[in-house]
Protein backbone atom coordinates (compact mmCIF):
# COMPACT_ATOMS: atom_id res chain seq x y z
CA UNK A 1 0.00 0.00 0.00
CA UNK A 2 1.62 3.29 -1.28
CA UNK A 3 0.85 6.73 0.43
CA UNK A 4 1.14 10.15 -0.28
CA UNK A 5 3.19 12.76 2.22
CA UNK A 6 3.01 16.35 0.77
CA UNK A 7 4.86 19.19 3.37
CA UNK A 8 3.87 22.55 1.94
CA UNK A 9 6.25 25.18 1.97
CA UNK A 10 8.29 27.63 -0.28
CA UNK A 11 11.53 26.32 -2.36
CA UNK A 12 14.90 28.55 -1.44
CA UNK A 13 17.22 29.79 1.03
CA UNK A 14 15.45 32.87 2.43
CA UNK A 15 11.93 30.52 3.56
CA UNK A 16 13.96 28.17 5.45
CA UNK A 17 13.14 27.54 8.91
CA UNK A 18 10.60 29.72 8.58
CA UNK A 19 7.09 29.04 9.77
CA UNK A 20 5.15 29.07 6.41
CA UNK A 21 7.50 25.83 5.97
CA UNK A 22 6.76 23.70 8.91
CA UNK A 23 5.16 21.43 6.17
CA UNK A 24 9.00 20.80 4.19
CA UNK A 25 10.32 20.37 7.90
CA UNK A 26 7.94 17.92 9.02
CA UNK A 27 9.08 15.78 5.83
CA UNK A 28 12.22 16.91 6.72
CA UNK A 29 12.28 15.06 9.94
CA UNK A 30 10.39 12.23 8.66
CA UNK A 31 13.12 11.78 6.22
CA UNK A 32 15.99 11.91 8.47
CA UNK A 33 13.73 9.53 10.81
CA UNK A 34 13.83 6.91 8.63
CA UNK A 35 17.24 7.12 7.00
CA UNK A 36 16.42 8.77 3.34
CA UNK A 37 16.81 12.53 1.44
CA UNK A 38 15.42 14.34 -1.00
CA UNK A 39 16.02 14.56 -4.34
CA UNK A 40 14.85 17.10 -7.21
CA UNK A 41 11.98 15.47 -9.16
CA UNK A 42 9.50 16.65 -11.06
CA UNK A 43 7.42 19.84 -9.47
CA UNK A 44 8.96 19.38 -6.21
CA UNK A 45 11.71 16.95 -4.33
CA UNK A 46 11.02 13.53 -3.46
CA UNK A 47 12.17 10.80 -0.70
CA UNK A 48 10.88 7.51 -0.39
CA UNK A 49 10.81 5.11 2.49
CA UNK A 50 8.74 2.27 3.98
CA UNK A 51 7.12 1.89 7.31
CA UNK A 52 5.77 -1.95 8.56
CA UNK A 53 5.02 -2.67 4.74
CA UNK A 54 3.35 0.52 3.69
CA UNK A 55 5.34 2.12 1.03
CA UNK A 56 5.55 6.44 1.54
CA UNK A 57 6.40 8.97 -1.09
CA UNK A 58 7.54 12.48 0.76
CA UNK A 59 7.02 15.51 -1.78
CA UNK A 60 7.96 18.98 -0.93
CA UNK A 61 6.71 20.50 -3.88
CA UNK A 62 8.89 23.25 -5.73
CA UNK A 63 5.66 25.22 -7.30
CA UNK A 64 5.62 27.79 -4.38
CA UNK A 65 3.04 27.78 -1.94
CA UNK A 66 0.14 29.34 -3.87
CA UNK A 67 0.42 26.81 -6.67
CA UNK A 68 0.73 23.79 -4.24
CA UNK A 69 -2.25 21.84 -6.47
CA UNK A 70 -0.49 21.28 -9.39
CA UNK A 71 2.68 19.02 -7.87
CA UNK A 72 -0.20 17.77 -5.68
CA UNK A 73 -1.97 16.31 -8.56
CA UNK A 74 0.94 15.24 -10.89
CA UNK A 75 2.53 13.22 -7.96
CA UNK A 76 -1.06 11.67 -7.41
CA UNK A 77 -1.37 10.39 -10.58
CA UNK A 78 2.10 9.40 -11.28
CA UNK A 79 2.15 7.26 -7.86
CA UNK A 80 -1.31 6.25 -8.53
CA UNK A 81 -2.23 7.02 -4.63
CA UNK A 82 -5.81 7.90 -4.34
CA UNK A 83 -6.68 11.04 -2.20
CA UNK A 84 -7.70 8.82 0.59
CA UNK A 85 -4.02 7.72 1.17
CA UNK A 86 -2.45 11.60 0.74
CA UNK A 87 -1.81 14.06 3.65
CA UNK A 88 -1.03 17.39 3.35
CA UNK A 89 0.99 18.94 6.17
CA UNK A 90 0.59 22.97 6.56
CA UNK A 91 0.98 25.74 9.12
CA UNK A 92 -2.44 26.92 10.53
CA UNK A 93 -1.84 30.35 12.33
CA UNK A 94 -5.46 29.56 14.14
CA UNK A 95 -3.79 26.71 16.49
CA UNK A 96 -1.22 27.23 19.66
CA UNK A 97 2.62 27.01 18.80
CA UNK A 98 2.98 23.28 18.07
CA UNK A 99 -0.59 22.16 18.24
CA UNK A 100 -1.29 19.06 15.34
CA UNK A 101 -4.66 18.67 14.58
CA UNK A 102 -6.13 16.50 11.29
CA UNK A 103 -9.15 16.53 9.45
CA UNK A 104 -10.11 13.93 6.90
CA UNK A 105 -11.83 16.90 4.94
CA UNK A 106 -12.21 20.97 5.53
CA UNK A 107 -12.05 24.27 4.04
CA UNK A 108 -8.74 25.88 3.19
CA UNK A 109 -9.06 27.77 6.28
CA UNK A 110 -7.83 31.14 4.49
CA UNK A 111 -4.88 29.36 3.43
CA UNK A 112 -3.43 29.88 -0.33
CA UNK A 113 -1.97 26.16 -0.65
CA UNK A 114 -5.01 24.88 0.93
CA UNK A 115 -6.44 26.73 -1.88
CA UNK A 116 -4.59 25.78 -4.55
CA UNK A 117 -5.05 22.11 -3.78
CA UNK A 118 -8.64 22.28 -3.30
CA UNK A 119 -9.26 23.80 -6.44
CA UNK A 120 -6.80 21.65 -8.79
CA UNK A 121 -8.56 18.66 -7.10
CA UNK A 122 -12.10 19.76 -7.70
CA UNK A 123 -13.14 19.12 -3.93
CA UNK A 124 -11.62 19.33 -0.22
CA UNK A 125 -11.79 15.84 0.65
CA UNK A 126 -8.67 14.74 1.50
CA UNK A 127 -6.54 15.05 4.52
CA UNK A 128 -4.85 17.47 5.78
CA UNK A 129 -2.41 18.00 9.04
CA UNK A 130 -2.21 21.61 10.21
CA UNK A 131 0.44 22.10 12.64
CA UNK A 132 -0.01 25.77 14.53
CA UNK A 133 2.68 28.24 14.42
CA UNK A 134 0.45 30.52 16.57
CA UNK A 135 -1.02 34.03 15.55
CA UNK A 136 1.67 36.08 17.69
CA UNK A 137 1.50 39.16 15.26
CA UNK A 138 -0.54 42.39 15.17
CA UNK A 139 -2.89 44.00 12.83
CA UNK A 140 -1.44 43.45 8.97
CA UNK A 141 1.78 41.30 10.15
CA UNK A 142 0.23 38.25 9.02
CA UNK A 143 2.69 37.89 6.00
CA UNK A 144 5.67 38.73 8.33
CA UNK A 145 4.85 36.46 11.02
CA UNK A 146 4.52 33.14 9.03
CA UNK A 147 7.27 34.18 6.76
CA UNK A 148 9.30 34.63 9.79
CA UNK A 149 11.73 32.82 11.81
CA UNK A 150 11.01 30.35 14.90
CA UNK A 151 11.27 32.48 18.27
CA UNK A 152 13.97 31.09 20.47
CA UNK A 153 11.29 29.39 22.82
CA UNK A 154 9.50 27.91 19.48
CA UNK A 155 13.34 26.74 18.56
CA UNK A 156 13.79 25.06 22.06
CA UNK A 157 10.38 23.19 21.51
CA UNK A 158 10.36 22.46 17.58
CA UNK A 159 12.49 19.16 17.44
CA UNK A 160 9.93 16.95 20.17
CA UNK A 161 7.13 18.48 17.71
CA UNK A 162 8.61 17.01 14.72
CA UNK A 163 8.94 14.02 16.25
CA UNK A 164 5.69 14.18 17.14
CA UNK A 165 4.42 14.49 13.46
CA UNK A 166 6.74 12.00 12.16
CA UNK A 167 5.12 9.56 14.53
CA UNK A 168 1.34 10.83 13.46
CA UNK A 169 2.77 10.30 9.48
CA UNK A 170 3.89 6.99 10.05
CA UNK A 171 0.52 5.99 12.06
CA UNK A 172 -1.56 7.73 9.39
CA UNK A 173 0.11 4.55 7.12
CA UNK A 174 0.02 2.28 9.38
CA UNK A 175 -3.32 2.41 11.40
CA UNK A 176 -4.84 4.84 9.54
CA UNK A 177 -6.59 7.77 9.48
CA UNK A 178 -9.29 7.55 11.95
CA UNK A 179 -7.11 5.97 14.50
CA UNK A 180 -4.76 8.51 13.91
CA UNK A 181 -7.22 11.45 14.50
CA UNK A 182 -7.66 9.56 17.92
CA UNK A 183 -4.39 9.29 18.92
CA UNK A 184 -2.96 12.94 17.85
CA UNK A 185 -5.45 15.38 17.48
CA UNK A 186 -4.51 18.33 19.46
CA UNK A 187 -1.62 16.95 21.24
Same mark, same amino acid.
Request: charged letters at 25%; proline letters at 3%; glycine letters at 10%.
Given at each position: ????????? /??????????? /??????? &???????????APD?????????? !??????????ATF?????????????????????????? &????????????????????????????????????????????? &????? !????????????????? *??? !??????? *??????????? !?????? /? /??
Amino acid at each position: MKFLLVGLG /NPGAEYERTRH /NIGFLAL &DALAKASGTSFAPDRLGDVARCKH !RGRQLVLVKPATFMNLSGKSVRYWLDAEKISADRLMVVT &DDINLPFGTLRIRAKGSDGGHNGLKDIQTVLGNNVYPRLRFGVGA &DFGPG !RQVDHVLGHFSSEEEKA *LEE !RLERTSA *LLRSFAFIGLE !RTMNTF /N /NT
